[in-house]
C-alpha cells in the first residue's frame, strides 16, 4: 500500500513488485543467503535516478579493472519493503573485496515518499560510500518514465490525467533535490556527485573521468565499449520489446528475467542489441499539452535551482525551469 495521502499509482506498484519478485528464488535458498568468500559490502552505490543513464554508467563502470559492478544491477536491498528481508550475509555476497571499488545501482532508493529510509540504513552499513546520483532534464525523464511504463505494461491509465497529478511517481522522481535530502543529512558533501545523463551521452570519456576520480580510481581509464548505450527507448514500443514483457510474465520465463543481469556482459549485449536495437534512433516521446507542459515545468523551477547551485554547474540541454 501507498503511504498516507499518497495517490495510488498502479504504475510504480507494478514496478516495484517485479523488483522484489526477482529474487524469489533467493528468498527460497539457504544457498543463495549464504556469505561467500571474499564477500564484502559495497563501498560504491549509484541512488538513481529511474531512466536517468543508471544503466549505460553502471556497464561503463564495470569495465574499469579496479571496479566490480553488482550482477544484477539492480539489487534494492536497502528498500525494507523490497529485498532488505534477504540479509546482509546475502547483499555482501555479492560483491569481492578483492575490488578496490564495488557498487550497485537502485533507482529505488530515490523513490520517496513510497520508500523511506534507503539513506539511513545506507549510512548505518557503509557510511563511508561514495553515492553518485544520476539526473536528466526533469519533463524529459518524466516522459521516458511514461514510455517505460506503457511499454511494460505497467500503466494504462490517461498520460494527461495521470501527469496532472501532482504528487504521481513520476513527478517525484523527477526532484531531484527532494529525493537528495536523506543523504544530504547523512554523508558528507565528498562523498555525493552529481552526473547528468546529458553529460554521459555528450561527453563520455571526460564524464567517465569524472566518474573514476570520484570514486579512486585510475580516471585514464577508457574502453571502446563506451560507446554502448544500454536500454534505449527506442524499444519501447517495438514487438519485439512488448512480446518479450509479456513472455517474461509467465512461469516458464519467469527464471530467465531474475537471471538475465547476471549472464556475462558479452551475452547480454547480443540480448540487447536484438530487443533494444541500440542503434536505432531514440523513440518519439509523447508531447504534453502546452497548458500541462507549462503546470509541469512550474512545479520543478525552486528544486532544479537547488540541485544546480549544489552540483556547482547548470545541466545544458535541459528546458528552463526558471
Known amino acids: 500500500m501507498p503511504p498516507q495521502n499518497l495517490p495510488r499509482d498502479p504504475a510504480d506498484e507494478a514496478m516495484c513488485a517485479r523488483a522484489r519478485e526477482r529474487y524469489t528464488a533467493d528468498r527460497k535458498s539457504r544457498f543463495r543467503r549464504r556469505r561467500k568468500r571474499h564477500a564484502q559490502l559495497p563501498n560504491f ?8 543513464g543508471t544503466t549505460s554508467i553502471h556497464h561503463y563502470l564495470g569495465l574499469h579493472p579496479e571496479i566490480q559492478m553488482s550482477k544484477p544491477k539492480e539489487l534494492n536491498f536497502f528498500v525494507e519493503e523490497l529485498n532488505w528481508d534477504l540479509g546482509l ?3 555482501a555476497s555479492r560483491f569481492d573485496d578483492r575490488f578496490k571499488v564495488r557498487g550497485e545501482s537502485s533507482p529505488h532508493y530515490t523513490n520517496l515518499p513510497r520508500f523511506e529510509g534507503a539513506a539511513e540504513r545506507i549510512r548505518e552499513h557503509c557510511p563511508d560510500a561514495r ?26 491509465g490517461d498520460l494527461v490525467e495521470v501527469l496532472s497529478e501532482p504528487n504521481s511517481s513520476y513527478m517525484n522522481r523527477s526532484k531531484y533535490w527532494m529525493q537528495l535530502q536523506p543523504y544530504l543529512e547523512r ?14 551521452q555528450r561527453e563520455r570519456e571526460a564524464t567517465m573521468r569524472k566518474a573514476f576520480a570520484f570514486v579512486g580510481v585510475d580516471e585514464n581509464f577508457v574502453s571502446e565499449q563506451f ?17 518479450m514483457e509479456k513472455l517474461i510474465k509467465l512461469p516458464g520465463f519467469r527464471s530467465l528475467d531474475r537471471n538475465f543481469d547476471r549472464l556475462p556482459e558479452s551475452m547480454r549485449w547480443i540480448v540487447e542489441k536484438v530487443v533494444h536495437d541500440p542503434d536505432k534512433p531514440p523513440a518519439p516521446k509523447p508531447k504534453l499539452p502546452d497548458d500541462l507542459f507549462e503546470t509541469v515545468r ?13 552540483a556547482g554547474r547548470e545541466f545544458a540541454g535541459w528546458h528552463d525551469y526558471s
Do not use: N
Open 298 to 310: 512550474g512545479r520543478f523551477g525552486e528544486d532544479v535551482a537547488a540541485l544546480q547551485k549544489f
Open 227 to 243: 560507446d554502448r548505450e544500454w536500454e534505449k527507448s527506442s524499444a519501447k514500443e517495438s514487438d519485439k520489446y512488448q512480446l
Open 131 to 156: 553515492l553518485l546520483y544520476m539526473v536528466r532534464d526533469p519533463i524529459k525523464r518524466i516522459l521516458s518514465h511514461w514510455v517505460h511504463a506503457t511499454g511494460a505494461g505497467y500503466e494504462t
Open 89 to 91: 550475509d546475502w547483499y
Open 187 to 200: 554523508f558528507d558533501r565528498e562523498q555525493i556527485e552529481i552526473v547528468a545523463q546529458e553529460e554521459l
Open 45 to 52: 552505490i549509484i541512488v538513481g535516478g529511474l531512466k536517468c
